[in-house]
């Protein structure tokens, strides 16, 4: 390497510790027995289970954090289905299918991108408490279904698709609805992979909305229940035990980023070119 | 002309999507527009007002100061976010040993929620016995209260926002920075150019369209930030955090005053959208 690398390579590796200090921070405590909290070593000198034990086995106020977790892995699951099966056609009828309406329609939910989840939650609520959703699994399910971010990945993609292939296949006399699902689908794996994962990631995390959608402890999904429970760290006894439900709650992300960093920075490029 | 004839397969495969997209989107913001001109209760609307929700807010104070807290926020983040993602993209655009490490590391924030993230960060700036005073106390300094101050609180939100939001804007910067022909500073290195000037005179004005998109963005997230604040200091001390949306929040889902409060949202939605109106307008003409 010569110099001017090896500084480089430095300066990256300070801003690098200083970047993961936080995390690293509350992994150690999330090991630390309570009274190590108002010593404030960066390395807590002892080290204990009983935090995680009592996440996983103590009810805090009502939240408990596998109740949470199983609520977050309902939603989750519920919505990245929910999301591909109705973004993958969508896309494709944006994409490669003229029909009334179509530029409008997509111009609206480019649009819809720029506005502040805030303004809706309001008259979300109204509409969710009208139809009996609070507090339920599917009132936080269902407005996060119509997401923008899969559409606008998918149409790109099949945007650029081939003209070529889908005459072969019509001339053989397939079906529109058997080119997209024989054909389209098949070429567009990746993009649906990185759909998949970024909604996965969106729905295990999402706050505002379940915020204000849930108020029994029961209903929270992870987020919101780290939250609740955040604000009754005032007593030290507490805190490392939040601090070991936020480390224990973020690591099936972390275990989604590291194996699925390649589509998740893939389709957040600009372009979103997945190649 | 038989290839004109109506095929319903697009509709079918468009329809659900649409359809969700209107019920749980497009109805809510018509919505929330609608509710703004009405006092509306939590038993639903009392009396249709037109505009007097908008009025009223621009008679409060609260509302004022709240304005500025939002806007005194933008001011420090967006430059912030900009200047270190630009930064960070440039020191990670080009090979180095253990380059795809570095890049996890600072992408990987991405998939940390905002509830987790803001317990980090209080945990880190805990007074005395946090990192960031025990630091400061090693080099002699005084710790703070940080959190309980003003002017710092805003400042450690900021912080907070930075640090989940910044690995995406790299991702983006750095997707522009591959797009500029390494040709060039071949060139300028010929010329006895230095990183300095390559920065400014090569990779800043190549890249302007991705930092258009940097600064529209943290724009937006400014405008838009909630969670941080609301784990972090609930909008105190002193309603020196409390952001417009805080604001909203309160007003919403304390106070029930529904109508006020879908009013709020709409005047954050117009400022978002003028600010970045500008924006775009700004960056076209000076290309």
Same mark, same amino acid.
């Given at each position: 390497?010569?110099?001017?690398?090896?500084?480089?390579?430095?300066?990256? +590796?300070?801003?690098?510790?200083?970047?993961?200090?936080?995390?690293?921070?509350?992994? +150690?405590?999330?090991?630390?027995?309570?009274?190590?909290?108002?010593?404030?070593?960066?390395?807590?000198?002892?080290?204990?289970?009983?935090?995680?034990?009592?996440?996983?086995?103590?009810?805090?106020?009502?939240?408990?954090?596998?109740?949470?977790?199983?609520?977050?892995?309902?939603?989750?699951?519920?919505?990245?289905?929910?999301?591909?099966?109705?973004?993958?056609?969508?896309?494709?009828?944006? =994409?490669?299918?003229?029909?009334?309406?179509?530029?409008?329609?997509?111009?609206?939910?480019?649009?819809?991108?720029?506005?502040? /989840?805030?303004?809706?939650?309001?008259?979300?609520?109204?509409?969710? =408490?009208?139809?009996?959703?609070?507090?339920?699994?599917?009132?936080?399910?269902?407005?996060?279904?119509?997401?923008?971010?899969?559409?606008?990945?998918?149409?790109?993609?099949?945007?650029?698709?081939?003209?070529?292939?889908?005459?072969?296949?019509?001339?053989?006399?397939?079906?529109?609805?058997?080119?997209?699902?024989?054909?389209?689908?098949?070429?567009?794996?990746?993009?649906?992979?990185?759909?998949?994962?970024?909604?996965?990631?969106?729905?295990?995390?999402?706050?505002?909305?379940?915020?204000?959608?849930?108020?029994?402890?029961?209903?929270?999904?992870?987020?919101?229940?780290?939250?609740?429970?955040?604000?009754?760290?005032?007593?030290?006894?507490?805190?490392?035990?939040?601090?070991?439900?936020?480390?224990?709650?973020?690591?099936?992300?972390?275990?989604?980023?590291?194996?699925?960093?390649?589509? $998740?920075?893939?389709?957040?490029?600009?372009?979103?070119?997945?190649? | 002309?038989?290839?004109?004839?109506?095929?319903?397969?697009?509709?079918?495969?468009?329809?659900?999507?649409?359809?969700?997209?209107?019920?749980?989107?497009?109805?809510?913001?018509?919505?929330?527009?609608?509710?703004?001109?009405?006092?509306?209760? $939590?038993?639903?609307?009392?009396?249709?007002?037109?505009?007097?929700?908008?009025?009223?807010?621009?008679?409060?104070?609260?509302?004022?100061?709240?304005?500025?807290?939002?806007?005194?926020?933008?001011?420090?983040?967006?430059?912030?976010?900009?200047?270190?993602?630009?930064?960070?993209?440039?020191?990670?655009?080009?090979?180095?040993?253990? $380059?795809?490490?570095?890049?996890?590391?600072?992408?990987?924030?991405?998939?940390?929620?905002?509830?987790?993230?803001?317990?980090?960060?209080?945990?880190?700036?805990?007074?005395?016995?946090?990192?960031?005073?025990?630091?400061?106390?090693?080099?002699?300094?005084?710790?703070?209260?940080?959190?309980?101050?003003? /002017?710092?609180?805003? +400042?450690?939100?900021?912080?907070?926002?930075?640090?989940?939001?910044?690995?995406?804007?790299?991702?983006?910067?750095?997707?522009?920075?591959?797009?500029?022909?390494?040709?060039?500073?071949?060139?300028?290195?010929?010329?006895?150019?230095?990183?300095?000037?390559?920065?400014?005179?090569?990779?800043?004005?190549?890249?302007?369209?991705?930092?258009?998109?940097?600064?529209?963005?943290?724009?937006?997230?400014?405008?838009?930030?909630?969670?941080?604040?609301?784990?972090?200091?609930?909008? /105190?001390?002193?309603?020196?955090?409390?952001?417009?949306?805080?604001?909203?929040?309160?007003?919403?889902?304390?106070?029930?005053?529904?109508?006020?409060?879908?009013?709020?949202?709409?005047?954050?939605?117009?400022?978002?959208?003028?600010?970045?109106?500008?924006?775009?307008?700004?960056?076209?003409?000076?290309?």
């Amino acid at each position: 390497m010569r110099n001017a690398e090896i500084g480089r390579w430095l300066l990256l +590796l300070v801003l690098a510790v200083l970047w993961f200090v936080p995390l690293v921070s509350l992994t +150690l405590y999330s090991f630390a027995p309570p009274s190590e909290v108002l010593k404030g070593n960066f390395i807590p000198s002892q080290w204990t289970l009983d935090n995680f034990i009592k996440v996983l086995f103590d009810t805090t106020r009502g939240v408990s954090i596998p109740a949470a977790m199983w609520n977050s892995t309902v939603i989750m699951v519920c919505q990245v289905v929910g999301i591909l099966l109705l973004d993958v056609p969508a896309a494709y009828a944006f =994409a490669r299918t003229k029909f009334v309406g179509r530029n409008v329609l997509f111009a609206l939910i480019l649009v819809s991108m720029m506005m502040p /989840g805030i303004l809706e939650v309001i008259s979300l609520y109204d509409l969710m =408490a009208n139809l009996g959703l609070v507090n339920t699994l599917a009132g936080i399910i269902l407005p996060g279904l119509p997401r923008v971010i899969g559409i606008f990945i998918l149409r790109q993609f099949f945007m650029e698709v081939p003209r070529d292939l889908e005459e072969a296949a019509r001339i053989d006399g397939a079906s529109e609805f058997q080119i997209f699902l024989r054909i389209m689908v098949p070429i567009a794996a990746p993009a649906i992979m990185t759909v998949m994962i970024i909604s996965a990631i969106y729905s295990w995390n999402n706050f505002l909305w379940p915020l204000i959608v849930t108020n029994s402890p029961e209903a929270m999904p992870v987020p919101v229940a780290i939250a609740y429970l955040s604000a009754d760290t005032s007593a030290a006894l507490n805190y490392t035990v939040t601090l070991a439900a936020a480390f224990l709650t973020s690591l099936p992300m972390i275990l989604l980023f590291l194996f699925g960093q390649r589509w $998740i920075v893939s389709g957040m490029r600009p372009t979103s070119g997945i190649k | 002309m038989a290839r004109a004839r109506f095929s319903p397969f697009p509709y079918l495969m468009a329809g659900p999507y649409v359809a969700l997209f209107a019920v749980f989107v497009a109805y809510p913001v018509i919505r929330a527009l609608y509710m703004s001109l009405f006092d509306w209760g $939590i038993f639903g609307p009392n009396a249709f007002v037109g505009f007097e929700n908008y009025l009223s807010l621009a008679t409060d104070r609260r509302f004022w100061q709240s304005f500025w807290v939002t806007a005194t926020f933008a001011v420090i983040y967006v430059p912030m976010v900009t200047a270190i993602s630009v930064l960070l993209a440039v020191l990670l655009h080009r090979k180095l040993p253990g $380059i795809g490490v570095f890049r996890t590391a600072f992408f990987l924030p991405i998939v940390i929620n905002v509830a987790v993230a803001a317990i980090a960060f209080n945990w880190l700036f805990e007074p005395n016995i946090g990192t960031v005073d025990k630091v400061l106390h090693f080099l002699g300094l005084p710790g703070q209260s940080w959190l309980q101050q003003p /002017g710092w609180a805003l +400042l450690v939100i900021a912080f907070v926002t930075m640090w989940i939001n910044l690995g995406f804007m790299v991702i983006i910067l750095l997707a522009g920075l591959e797009n500029i022909p390494d040709e060039l500073y071949e060139a300028a290195r010929l010329d006895g150019a230095t990183p300095i000037d390559n920065l400014v005179y090569i990779t800043l004005p190549l890249l302007r369209p991705i930092l258009l998109i940097v600064v529209v963005l943290s724009t937006v997230h400014a405008f838009q930030i909630f969670g941080e604040v609301l784990i972090m200091t609930e909008g /105190g001390p002193f309603g020196s955090t409390t952001v417009m949306t805080m604001l909203l929040y309160e007003e919403g889902f304390e106070r029930f005053a529904l109508g006020r409060s879908a009013a709020i949202g709409v005047v954050i939605t117009v400022i978002i959208a003028a600010l970045s109106f500008v924006q775009f307008r700004f960056f076209r003409r000076e290309v």
